[in-house]
């Protein structure tokens, strides 16, 4: 921090030129000799001043009992583990400790790590997997609870290549080349690494295949025969033509579908709205009736006997009321009104004709 100051010319006593001389290099000192003036403490938020202009501290020293650490959670990576948790928000914190076990149990597990972050990678190799728990320190040592009692389970995956560096350290290049088989699994350098067949590169021509398991697998073109799928997740799929026999769906969610023709068996639909239908022709197992329908106040209904209830009706052709068993019947048209007794007609108003 250079100020510039002049240098002293002026004839002085010597002892009062040297004086002067020690406190011009002292304010135009640098580094660890440098002096510091309140305005550059204030501006480094180390310091401030109070009502009456004078300087103060402005670090916080205060330091509260810890909490637990919350959210805690884990992701796997080819030789790590990743164990994240939310940043603590209490005063005077230190650092977080992370416990780890082979098995759910927080009383046998194992200080793994310390950090000051809210996050730490756990180095294991490939195909490993642990239980996690984490507590928070403070400045004066408190530890707080760990976040749960039971704990977060975290594995890293088995990469192949990973696999392939192992199997080619311990047996060598060209052992069993071009291929490694295992009929069983075997640790190597601490790795368990499973049965099966590891090759580098594989040309299959005409291959039956019958489990396959392939992780993150691009496909451009696949042509699948005869496939038996038993579960299938398919994300934003277009599916230009579909063939479907036989399917269960347990549910379906179809939106402005363009189904030409349906066969619904024993169907169930709560709600239905149904556009322009041409129902050739409809069993109704119990009534029809309008929404706003009430016995005898609003409202119509047809039941399954026949009976039909409403407020008025309007008839183009003839009414016929008749008595299944005698016969006898009214019959009403646009212009007259005839009574049958049987088969003899007793009354006729209207069009005597």
């Known amino acids: 921090m250079s100020r510039d100051l002049p240098a002293v010319t002026s004839s002085l006593p010597r002892d009062l030129q040297q004086f002067v001389q020690r406190v011009r290099e002292a304010l135009d000192a640098g580094g660890d000799d440098a002096i510091v003036t309140a305005r ?10 109070n009502s009456a202009g004078n300087l103060t501290t402005a670090v916080d020293n205060t330091i509260q009992n810890p909490s637990a650490p919350t959210s805690l959670s884990t992701s796997g990576a080819t030789a790590n583990i990743i164990v994240s948790w939310n940043a603590p928000t209490y ?3 230190a650092y977080t400790e992370i416990w780890a076990h082979t098995a759910d149990t927080l009383g046998s597990a194992q200080l793994v790590g310390m950090t000051a972050g809210n996050s730490f990678a756990h180095n294991l ?6 239980y996690y728990w984490a507590r928070n320190i403070n400045r004066n040592g408190l530890a707080s609870p760990y976040n749960a009692v039971s704990g977060v389970q975290g594995a890293t995956s088995s990469s192949p ?8 350290e311990a047996y060598g290049t060209n052992s069993q080349s071009p291929f490694f088989q295992l009929d069983s699994t075997t640790t190597i350098n601490g790795v368990s690494v499973p049965a099966g067949t590891y090759m580098k590169n594989a040309h299959i021509y005409n291959a039956a295949i019958t489990n396959a398991m392939i992780a993150n697998a691009a496909v451009d073109s ?4 005869d496939a038996t799928i038993v579960n ?10 579909a063939k479907i026999k036989d399917a269960n769906i347990t549910t379906a969610k179809i939106n402005d579908a363009a189904i030409t023709t349906a066969k619904i068996n024993d169907a169930a639909i709560t709600t239905a709205k149904i556009n322009d239908a041409a129902i050739t022709n409809a069993k109704i197992g119990n009534t029809i009736e309008s929404a706003a329908y009430s016995a005898g106040t609003a409202g119509w209904k047809i039941d399954k006997t026949g009976a039909m209830e409403m407020n008025n009706a309007t008839f183009r052709g003839t009414l016929d009321v008749a008595n299944a068993s005698s016969g006898s019947r009214l019959k009403i048209t646009s212009t007259k009104i005839e009574v049958y007794d049987g088969s003899t007609l007793r009354v006729k108003i209207g069009d005597l004709s």
């Open 40 to 49: 550059q403490l204030i501006i480094a938020g180390l310091a401030s001043t």
């Open 91 to 93: 005063s005077g914190h």
């Open 125 to 130: 190799g490939a195909t490993a997997t642990r």
């Open 161 to 168: 290549n990973f696999l392939m560096e192992l199997l080619v």
């Open 222 to 225: 696949a042509k699948i025969a």
């Open 232 to 241: 299938a997740k398919i994300n934003d799929g277009t599916i230009e033509t």
